[in-house]
Structure formats: structure tokens, C-alpha cells
């Protein structure tokens, strides 16, 4: 896998969780940012684990002269129970691009982690794996591979540059560190 953030934000870990994980005007405003449209979202809700989950569906547009314009994608989070609000925060979110060439073969799974670092900085980690439901030959796999990195880095790099934006927001004039 691979490590797409690791950075610490002037916000709270409880601001941070909500900025990415509830329908927060920053999430909604990074979606169409991203011509991501057509979104739905369950709400959190506890599972048999003591874990809670929640799965989105929505149409992303895509970048890449490889592949049809727009796929339907659905993503499967799970805040893990290990997680304690305010201090700590482990989501792993299964997204399935599900009209994309080989979809059946592969999913890619984010592993986010927020932690408290003080009362108004936390620490934001995104790592990252592409997983394989069913083995494809070698050449496809790295086909495959190569452009879920590609699509991805160019995914986080512009989610690191609108929480550094939030950020500047937030903290302007009010002199905090
Ligand atoms: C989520 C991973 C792969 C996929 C894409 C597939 C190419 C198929 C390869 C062929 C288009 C928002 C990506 C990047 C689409 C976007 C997905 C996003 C960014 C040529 C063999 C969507 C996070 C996320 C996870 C996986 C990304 C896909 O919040 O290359």
C-alpha cells in the first residue's frame, strides 16, 4: 500500500471527523468539487461488532482517457469501535468503482486516522491499498494498479489542499496555534 497523507491540521479531531465523515458542508462542497454527484449516504449505525457503519453511493467523473467518463462507485466505512471520540479515530472505507474495465477484480481500500494531538491540532493519516477479489494476470494487475495510484494521489493531493484551505479559514484572525 501506500501513505497519501500524513500531516497535522490545526483542527480537532472531532472537527476532522466531521469534515470527513458526516455530511458536512466541506464534504459536500469537495464532491462537487470532484463532479462527484448523485450522492447518498446511510447514517452511522452501530453493527453486532460494536463497530458503525455507514455506505455512500455516488457517480464520480473520471480523468482517465482509459476509461468511460463517469462510473457509479459504492463505499463501505467503518468507524472501528477501538476509536474514542475526540481522541482517536480509525475509518476503513471499501470503495467499488463498479463500471470501470476489470471492476470485478479489484476495490481499493482507504484506512483513515485522525488523531488528537492537542485541544486544536490533530493529525491526519490516509494509507492506502489496492486489493484483489480474483487474481488477473500480471500485466493486468499492474495495469490496474498503476492507474488506481495515479487517480488516486491526484484524489488526496486536492483533499490535502482544501483541509489546508478549511484550516486557513478557520484560524483567520483568530490567532491561535
Ligand atoms: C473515494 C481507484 C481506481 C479508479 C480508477 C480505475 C481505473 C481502472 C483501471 C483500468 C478510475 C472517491 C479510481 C481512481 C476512481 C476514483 C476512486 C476514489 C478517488 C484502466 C484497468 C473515489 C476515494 C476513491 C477511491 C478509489 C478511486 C478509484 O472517496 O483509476
Redesign the pocket.
Known amino acids: 500500500g501506500r501513505l497519501y497523507m500524513n500531516r497535522v491540521f490545526r483542527f480537532s479531531a472531532e472537527k476532522m471527523f466531521e469534515l470527513l465523515f458526516t455530511d458536512s458542508y466541506f464534504a459536500r462542497r469537495f464532491m462537487t468539487d470532484?463532479k462527484?454527484t448523485g450522492a447518498t449516504s446511510t447514517s452511522w449505525q452501530r453493527d453486532a461488532s460494536g463497530s458503525m457503519k455507514r455506505s455512500l453511493n455516488?457517480t464520480?467523473t473520471?480523468n482517465?482517457p482509459?476509461?468511460g467518463k463517469f462510473?457509479t462507485?459504492t463505499?463501505n466505512q467503518t468507524l472501528y469501535k477501538e476509536s474514542r471520540e475526540g481522541q482517536y479515530y480509525l475509518v476503513d472505507?471499501e470503495?467499488y468503482?463498479h463500471d470501470?474495465?476489470?471492476?470485478d477484480y479489484?476495490y481499493?481500500l482507504?484506512r483513515y486516522c485522525i488523531i488528537r494531538n492537542s485541544k486544536h491540532k490533530c493529525r491526519l493519516r490516509i494509507y492506502?491499498d489496492?486489493k484483489y477479489k480474483k487474481q488477473p494476470w500480471g500485466f493486468?494487475k499492474s495495469?490496474?494498479t498503476k492507474?488506481?495510484w495515479?487517480?488516486?494521489e491526484?484524489?488526496f493531493r486536492h483533499l490535502e489542499a482544501e483541509l489546508l484551505e478549511e484550516e486557513a479559514e478557520l484560524t483567520q484572525g483568530s490567532g491561535d496555534v
Open positions: 470532484r462527484i455516488y464520480i473520471i482517465n482509459l476509461v462510473s462507485a463505499e472505507s470503495v468503482t470501470v474495465p476489470y471492476h479489484f481499493t482507504n492506502t489496492v493486468v495495469f490496474i492507474n488506481s495515479s487517480g488516486l491526484d484524489y
